[in-house]
């Protein structure tokens, strides 16, 4: 399926090609941190198939527990997350589901690095629900 998107600011913009079936969960401690979230959501594109039509990502290159080195591009201006990937031989880019305008088409079909998951993550629906932000 087609997929556009981009930064919270509208500086970086991109088009890619993705198979929503794809669509994963990663719990690892370098997502939560990178994310500032509990976990992150992503959708692989083959770099044949993605490409910016707005901005460039300033990158951030980050050392993996194995060793690997993965490329994180961002927004320059707002520092939104776009993708990760590869170091040397860019052939996957691993885009944030949030920055897509299809994130709603895009839903996880696996999790990773469940072993460092927050327990309290795994299940949300106990907790309230409001339509926006609550006042307190």
């Not at 370098?30 to 979230?37: E, I, Y």
């Amino acid at each position: 399926m087609k997929s556009d998107g981009g930064c919270h600011c509208g500086c970086i913009t991109y088009e890619a090609e993705v198979d929503p079936e794809k669509t994963s969960i990663c719990h690892c401690t370098d997502c939560q941190k990178l994310s500032g979230s509990a976990f992150r959501a992503s959708i692989p594109a083959p770099d044949h198939a993605f490409r910016f039509t707005a901005g460039e990502p300033t990158v951030y290159v980050k050392t993996a527990e194995s060793g690997t080195k993965r490329a994180h591009g961002f927004c320059p201006e707002c520092g939104t997350p776009i993708y990760a990937t590869s170091v040397t031989d860019p052939q996957v880019y691993g885009l944030r589901v949030g920055t897509s305008r299809q994130r709603r088409e895009l839903k996880p079909t696996r999790q990773t690095w469940c072993r460092s998951a927050l327990d309290w993550v795994m299940n949300f629906e106990s907790l309230p629900q409001s339509p926006k932000q609550s006042q307190r």
